[in-house]
């Protein structure tokens, strides 16, 4: 017997704001329509679940209230569980709820444990799934189309599925359909009235992340307050490369700038060729960034070893607008300086700021962040001298003309102490650390806890207790033995390095990297000058922290860049959304 019910507003809004009862839309519309010809369907608790179907599509099924007017930026969510890969079932949008099927676009899973895209009649396999494994899909309406991300399973962090520029003008509806398949439906959250965020003054932040031995790739936070970041809910936002494209291999060491309403992004690309080159990616949103046709922006070229560490700023106050766009980059034997008219195409002026001689700066030199103020140019440089690296200074008042060094170079230095071992052990779920000189460290430092070059952890000084013992402000997590050789070490030791700098609460704030052992950090540099007085901010840390687990950026979250602009805030599900991304 074919069954079909309408369930009532107050059914919908005596459940739990995350949809409790999955097949119930969050936003309290006036009803789902769900056809059971089979009585597969059932509520348990806080989950619905479909025990199989009838083996026709449309027999099994579930359509929420449509999305009327094709807004852009509608964000819908689907948590849900398979429990077999032998039968199939689709998740995604239809024209009408009389619809079978999600024909506007769906994930289809098919028997066997592989799904497929299906946009308005192409189908394509996309990947694989496994019974048991909770999945979340978000589809995101636009202007023109969707898009489709998945999360759960491989896919360790939301990815990008299908970009579908179909249907310009219908309503969708959202629909579960199950063939033949079991599944269970944790919440399902469709848009409310009023989904789209309205823009506000803020801060983007895009920074590069790694995990293990995978190539770098950029993501993006974005801030209301210039201090606390959230990251972006689909990073990483500028991937790699496809296969055999230029920067197939990495890409790091962004730089942003806001011009005219429009983001650019530079970066440091590598391919398989080895060569690194400098390439751009623009977003008028913060969210959606598209890599330029004409990449790479600055390429390899001649006998130089690379291109990379590009640092560019557009100087509107330039009368000579075919050099507005300036950029420094790091090429054989020190910074180079570009300067370009539309900031795609670039003219390579020379060397202007070279290696020291036998000095904290003789091994390399990238430069940092540039900052500019009256007619005087501040260039903030890491400098290498064998595994050390510290931050230095050169001045200006015309790219083209002669960089001052400051006499006080490096004007930071990373910790060259800070690097003790453990006088007692230290076990798991314990705080206290006992070495032979707490006087190296300083209270909120960050530190990492390890005993030779695996096993190392995170975590930070919450006080010092005595001349040889701290207090830790998390409780370890793993055993460390003085018979094995545990030590403390600070995040700061031997390496940092500058990245961006913006002024707050009257304090010159430059926001760069910490680097070794086990990851890459971002971390925070502070000064009352713009030439001096530079000192480690302890109490910020290590902002940005890595990903867990097996997160894109589990192992690096560093070389942050940031920039001021209009950002769109966080929805109530963790995704950015706006108004005019599309």
Known sequence: MKRTWVKIIAIIVSLALWGAGAALAENAKPSDIVTDVGNNISISGSKTNFAGGTGVWG??????????????????????TPTTTTGYFAIGLAALLADAYPTYGALQFNSGGVFITYDYGNATTVGTY??????????????????????????????????????????????????????SLDYVRTPK?????????????????????????????????????????FNPVIPLGSAGAWDDVTIKDPCVVYVNGVYYAYYTGWGSGGKSQVGLATSPDFY?????????????????LYHRFTRVYYDITDTDTTQRWKAWVTDSGGIYYYYSADGKTWINYGLVVAYGSDTWDAHGINPGCIYKSGATWYLYYVGQQYSTFSMGLATFTNPKSTYTLSPNNPILSSRSSGNDLLTADLMTGNKIVHISDTSIFTVNEGVWISKSVWGWELNRIASIDSPTQMTLRDNALYDHTVAEGHMIRSIYYQAIAPTSIFVKDGYYIIYGSAWGINGELSVVFKSLALDSGWTIDYDR????????????????????????????????????????RF
């Open 130 to 183: 496994q019974a048991g494994t909770t999945y979340t899909i978000w589809i995101i309406t636009k202007s023109y189309g969707y898009e489709f991300y998945i999360e759960g399973g491989t896919y360790t962090y939301p990815t990008l599925l299908l970009i579908s520029h179909i249907d310009t003008t219908s309503n969708l509806i959202p629909m579960v359909s199950s063939h033949s398949a079991g599944l």
């Open 193 to 233: 009235s009023l989904w789209q965020a309205v823009p506000v003054n803020g801060q983007g932040l895009l920074y590069n992340g790694a995990i293990g031995s995978a190539g770098y790739q950029i993501g993006a936070a974005l801030s209301t307050d210039h201090e606390n970041y959230d990251k972006h809910y």
């Open 59 to 80: 027999e099994t099924k579930i359509s929420y209230p449509a999305l009327s007017g094709r807004v852009a930026g509608r964000v819908l969510t689907f948590k849900f």
């Open 288 to 304: 959606v960034w598209t890599k330029s046709d004409r990449n790479p922006v600055i390429p390899f070229a001649g006998l130089r």
């Open 541 to 580: 840390g290590h902002f940005l922290p890595t990903g867990p687990g097996s997160a894109w950026d589990a192992n690096s979250a560093e070389n942050p860049s940031v920039v001021d602009g209009l950002i769109y805030p966080r929805g109530d599900n963790g995704e950015w959304k706006d108004l005019n």
